[in-house]
Each structure stands twice: as structure tokens, then as C-alpha cells.
């Protein structure tokens, strides 16, 4: 599907400039220069399947890169679902960063005046395409003005096509609002790092829902500093939501959220340890964006098969409306991390299993649809209700 075009600048500063140098030769080195795989992998093939560890995801990153120099970018969306369906691992090892190098060769378009094509297609991986894209306009320019022009644009753009695109956008804002690497003085300080972005959150918008986007994308880049041990930060397996509890009610929901995506790992990939975990949190609303938040990021582990039986007797471990979460948190995973335009395929197979009692179907029925409304057109919308039990259509319904 062809995207809408319009055109943006932004001003290039030369500091800026330089800091970024190191980043734009490593791009063009990618793309002009082959390399080891650059030759051999073709979009939609599967060059890189038989490689193991970070050649494999060197592979993935050259094979982007010369889709997106020989093909552009909808050719460059198109390749994220051919190697999302060729190599299982794809998911949770490549699918998000790719769409940020798709971001990052938008904006490269933006600052040169090159007509630029929004697609829904940026909703793809988890909306990596905005971390790209804002990470690099906000290092480079300090003007936010500049980044809420975009996210209008694409609001306006996409508003029809994919109406969740301009909060994803907002996300992005936050997250480029993080330094990387931050500044030394505030390493192995995560709310010294988070409080400079979470400040320019609040007033990025006078409407408390990309506000809350925002601060979520800033959130989100600290919590990936802790995972990958950066920058003196880690995980605390013995008390995962330390940061959380003492934020100020407008940032504490992002707080669990982006930590509770973690739960995967200091759970051991099993769902009644990660129940364990949950239910020692002492504030319920925070339970319960915790367990939804947790299974969710789990389910990417698991896309690629097709029996999801676990997720049901799983949740079942789970007591009261946690239960209830757990069962809307899978069903969301299968919209973040499915086949990148066909999510709804398996979200549907997910709620129809025998195993789901009457109030976690609907629960599982309302969740996934309200997803399609922000991720696809109505008449997609539309035609996908039509496979779905008469019983949960009126979910469908926009008025």
C-alpha cells in the first residue's frame, strides 16, 4: 500500500553534525559497501538463516540497508514481514531494530528535502520506525517544534489508515529525548537520566495522552539501559519496580509498563513465576498494568508456534482481575509481535481456544479489536470482523 507523501525540512547544525558523524558514515559504509552478506541476501529470502549469533544480525541490518538504498523505504517495510515470516528469531532479535534503521533513513530523506511516503507500514515491530527516526531529528536539533510538526503530519496522514501512528510518534519523542549514551554524571542514576526528558514530556503537548506517550518513549530507552547493563544501570531481580513506585501519578503507569516487559526474563519465561512477581506489587492498578504489560512482551518468545494453549492455563494461575489481564495482555501480544499486517490472524485463533471461559474471551474479543482500530483501516477493519463470532462484532462498530 502506497504512502501519502509530504514534505518536511529540518536545519542541520554542525555540531550536530558531528556528533552524529560516526553514525551516518556506519550507515553509508552499510550501504555502499556490501560487505559479507550484503551480496547474497535478497528481501524475502532466507540468506540469513543459517547464520548464528551477531553475524546473523549483521546479516538482517545489511540486507535492510541495501533494500533501503536500492528499493526505499515501503520496499524496506515490505522486507521487515518477508524476514519476520523466513527466520523465527527475527522476532524478538531483529524485527525492532531494523524498523529503526528505516527510521533513521527517513529522516536522512527529511534533511536532505527529498519527498518523504508516511506508511501505515511504520507501525511495524513495534513502531521502531519512530524511535529511529526521532532519536536521530531530536540529537541533531533541539527545536522541538520540529518533532511535533512531524507527529501532526503523520497524524493527519495516517488518520484514517493507522489512528494510533501520532501517539507512536510521541513515544518516539520520548525516547529520542534520552541521550545515548547519557550524560556521565547521571550513569547508574536512572531518575537523574529520566527527569531533564520527562520535564520536556509535559509540556511537549497540551493533550494528556501524548504526554503520556512521550514520557512512556523515555521510559522505555532508560528500562533498555537497565536490560543491556548500561551505563551503571541494571535490572533488580529482587525488586524489579523500585523506580516505579515513588514517580509522580502522570509517569508511574509508564514506569510499569516498560518494566513490567522484563518480567520474560526475571521470570524465567514461566508464566506463574512471572504471576509471583506480580502479585507482590501492592498497588492493584499497577498489578494489573504489570501482568496485561508482562504477558504481552512474553508472547513475542512464542509467535512463531502455533499452540498457545499455555497462555490460557497460565493466566488461570493468575486470581481476581489479574487473571483477566493476563488474558488481555496475551491476546495484545499477538497485535504487537504477529506477522506485520496479518496480526489478527493468530489474535482471532487465540480467542476462540476452547480452554478461555466467557468473561476472558470477551475481554480477549474487545482487546484485539480495539487494536485493529488503531492499526488498520475501517474496511480492514471491517473485513476482518467478518471471521470473527457474531457474538463480539458489536466491538467493531465505530460509532
Given amino acids: 500500500m502506497a504512502g501519502t507523501v509530504f514534505k518536511f525540512k529540518v536545519n542541520n547544525h554542525s555540531g550536530a ?21 550484503g551480496t547474497s541476501a535478497k528481501p524475502g529470502s532466507t540468506s540469513c538463516q543459517n547464520i548464528s549469533g551477531s553475524e546473523k544480525q549483521q546479516c538482517w541490518d545489511e540486507t535492510m540497508s541495501q533494500t533501503i538504498k536500492s528499493a526505499g523505504l515501503e ?8 524476514l519476520y515470516t523466513a527466520d523465527p528469531e527475527y522476532v524478538a532479535k531483529g524485527c525492532h531494530w531494523n524498523a529503526h534503521q528505516i527510521g533513521e533513513a527517513a529522516y536522512h530523506l527529511f534533511t536532505n528535502g527529498q519527498d518523504l511516503a508516511i506508511s501505515p507500514k511504520s507501525a511495524y515491530c513495534g513502531y521502531g520506525f519512530y524511535h529511529g527516526f526521532m532519536g536521530l531529528l531530536l540529537r541533531n536539533d533541539s527545536d522541538l517544534s520540529k518533532a511535533r510538526h512531524f507527529c501532526d503530519k503523520v497524524g493527519r496522514t495516517l488518520s484514517e489508515k493507522a489512528p494510533i501512528s501520532r501517539l507512536n510518534c510521541y513515544h518516539g519523542i520520548g525516547h529520542g529525548l534520552i541521550e545515548d549514551p547519557p550524560d556521565p554524571k547521571t550513569w547508574g542514576k536512572p531518575q537523574a537520566m529520566l527527569d531533564p526528558a520527562l520535564k520536556i514530556c509535559e509540556q511537549v503537548s497540551d493533550r494528556e495522552e501524548e504526554i503520556k506517550d512521550c ?16 551505563y551503571g544501570l541494571s535490572l ?4 524489579p519496580f523500585w523506580l516505579c513506585r ?8 509508564n514506569c510499569y509498563y516498560e518494566t513490567s516487559q522484563k518480567l520474560d526474563y526475571l521470570g524465567n519465561f514461566d508464566i506463574p513465576t512471572i504471576g509471583k512477581i506480580i ?27 502455533e499452540d498457545f494453549t499455555k497462555y490460557v492455563t ?9 487473571r483477566l489481564e493476563c488474558i488481555r495482555g496475551a491476546s495484545g501480544g499477538f497485535m504487537a509481535h504477529g ?51 457474531e457474538r463480539y462484532r458489536n466491538y467493531c462498530r465505530y460509532d
Avoid at 520496499?75 to 514481514?81: E, N, P, Y
Avoid at 533488580?236 to 525488586?239: L, R
Fill in 215 to 230: 514520557s512512556n518513549g523515555s521510559f522505555n530507552a532508560v528500562v533498555l539501559f537497565m536490560e543491556n547493563s548500561q
Fill in 339 to 389: 506477522n506485520p499486517g496479518e496480526e489478527y490472524v493468530k489474535a482471532i485463533k487465540f480467542c476462540q481456544l476452547n480452554g478461555l471461559a466467557d468473561d476472558e474471551r470477551d475481554v480477549c474479543y474487545s482487546n484485539i479489536i480495539r487494536t485493529f482500530k488503531g492499526s488498520y483501516t475501517k474496511d480492514k477493519v471491517q473485513s476482518v470482523c467478518q471471521g470473527i463470532d
Fill in 75 to 82: 520496499a524496506a517495510f515490505d522486507l521487515l514481514g518477508d
Fill in 17 to 37: 553534525v558531528l556528533i552524529l558523524g560516526l553514525a551516518v558514515v556506519s550507515l553509508a559504509l552499510i550501504s555502499f559497501w556490501p560487505g559479507k552478506f
Fill in 246 to 253: 515513588d514517580q509522580r501519578p502522570i509517569h508511574k503507569y
Fill in 279 to 305: 502479585t507482590g506489587i501492592k498497588d492493584q492498578a499497577m498489578a494489573e498494568v504489570a501482568a496485561h504489560t508482562a504477558l504481552a512482551s512474553l508472547l513475542q518468545h512464542d509467535i512463531q508456534g
Fill in 236 to 239: 533488580n531481580k529482587a525488586d
Fill in 314 to 322: 497460565g493466566c488461570h494461575s493468575f486470581s481476581g482481575q489479574l
